[in-house]
């Protein structure tokens, strides 16, 4: 089976971009942490991370949240705090 791939110049001139690009599924989840409850908007993609490293550390995804959350620097939002952490642990995993 053999894939075409389509540049920028093969797509039509009003072709709306948009209709070309696959947006992943985001998904929320209300995670109680110390002295309050987070809704959180992830995409499944980071969940499913989360779920598996709490898997291998045999703890809770809540606890892993609480730890990101206590980790982070003020200014950084707690979403983008866990998608760096998911990322950066499968990193390091695949450099083991």
């Known amino acids: 089976m053999q894939f075409q ?3 920028l110049s093969d797509v039509e001139c009003g072709t709306d971009l948009r209709s070309l690009m696959v947006w992943p599924t985001v998904v929320s989840r209300t995670i109680p942490l110390t002295g309050r409850h987070a809704k959180l908007r992830l995409e499944n993609a980071i969940w499913s991370g989360l ?3 709490a ?5 809770l995804v809540p606890d892993l949240c609480q730890e990101v959350d206590n980790s982070r620097p003020a200014t950084m939002p707690l979403t983008s705090a866990i998608r760096s952490y998911v990322l950066d642990y499968f990193r390091q995993a695949g450099t083991r």
């Open 5 to 7: 791939r389509k540049s």
């Open 51 to 53: 779920d598996e490293i």
């Open 55 to 59: 898997k291998k550390q045999k703890r």
